[in-house]
């Protein structure tokens, strides 16, 4: 696999149902669109009472369609906790319209969400989220871990999204008592899991490779570092070169850049955390980003995977030189009005800009 740049085993190969391992084209794309470009939004899941939705998921949601129209989204990547507290019990809840249908309304965002779940959502019937797959249009989640492979447009190079189950591989935990992941259910599983993950990026021929999950490998806030991860998938991140690893379980927005590879948490979606209590629990100098202070009404990531060498930043009169762009998206209380602060990263350099919205 090709070395990417970034800006911002005790069980046999299970067979996992999954998206086809062959490259795919995107489902829409322009005639001259030459990248793929995505949202990453984790711990977005409403209450579990009237009206099923917080100020934050609302804000949050107005902004990711104002933005996949001003900027393009070809996907979502759903990182976890998609329905607090407990998930859900049926593919027929109503908390599916309640939180997800009226919320992300835009039509910008009429586009595929790619699901993965949290540990919120293991405390109810991941199947049946699963299940809903068949009942939505956009709503994608064929296994609880599956790949997904894409030609970028009008381009020779491919991406590939590795959607991990980080719940079933370490365990689940209990928020409210500050807990760690407790070990998984099933040691068998577990390992089925890290097997297929090994085998698929060992086997990857992919130009980008990018990973996601719902627990951080690194992170400052409240969860701090998992250390199951840390053992686990750390070692296959860097041995594999990948591109990045997306979460959520933390809720800010933190990017961060170890041993070649980017970490970046976007857990902003329904909940802000300002919490920093593992700010030194992550190898100096490798946090490049970090927000959640209670005054910002949410915020999501906004990824663009190119093979061009330029690329402008909307909004903000900046070039950077990057392949890969990782913008934060921030909704900022400002005397009563919110507007959107966005810091971007490349490789070759940081740019923090303030955007003057609505």
Request: charge should be negative.
């Amino acid at each position: 696999m090709a070395l990417p740049l970034f800006t911002l085993l005790l069980t046999a190969l299970p067979v996992v149902h999954c998206f086809p391992t062959a490259f795919q084209d995107l489902e829409q794309n322009g005639k001259n669109q030459t990248s793929i470009r995505f949202l990453a939004l984790g711990d977005w899941g409403g209450v579990p009472y009237p009206p099923y939705i917080t100020p934050v998921e609302k804000a949050t949601a107005w902004e990711m369609g104002k933005i996949a129209e001003q900027m393009g989204a070809d996907f979502v990547l759903a990182l976890g906790d998609n329905f607090y507290y407990s998930g859900v019990n049926s593919a027929d809840s109503p908390r599916f319209q309640d939180t997800f249908e009226r919320v992300y309304t835009a039509d910008s965002l009429n586009i595929p969400w790619y699901i993965l779940a949290g540990n919120h959502d293991h405390a109810g019937n991941v199947k049946a989220q699963i299940d809903y797959s068949r009942k939505s249009d956009r709503w994608r989640f064929p296994h609880y871990y599956y790949e997904l492979n894409f030609r970028i447009p009008n381009t020779k190079r491919t991406l590939s999204i590795m959607m991990l189950d980080t719940v079933m591989l370490c365990g689940n935990s209990d928020d409210y008592d500050d807990e760690k992941p407790r070990g998984p259910l099933s040691t068998i599983e577990a390992n089925r899991q890290l097997t297929w993950l090994q085998q698929r990026m060992a086997q990857s021929k992919a130009d980008f490779l990018l990973v996601a999950g719902h627990y951080p490998v690194w992170s400052v806030s409240e969860h701090g570092p998992t250390e199951c991860l840390l053992k686990k998938l750390r070692p296959l991140l860097v041995k594999y070169k990948a591109t990045a690893y997306f979460c959520g379980h933390d809720h800010n927005l933190q990017y961060l850049k170890e041993s070649g590879v980017g970490y970046v948490v976007s857990g902003a979606g329904n909940f802000l955390d300002p919490d920093t209590r593992h700010w030194h629990h992550v190898p100096k100098d490798t946090l490049k980003f970090f927000t959640g202070q209670a005054s910002t009404l949410g915020g999501f990531v906004h990824g663009e995977v190119s093979v061009s060498h330029i690329k402008r930043i909307v909004h903000a009169s900046v070039l950077l030189n990057c392949f890969i762009c990782i913008q934060f998206v921030v909704l900022i209380l400002v005397d009563g009005l919110w507007m959107c602060h966005m810091a971007a990263y490349s490789q070759y350099s940081l740019v923090n800009s303030a955007l003057h919205g609505e």
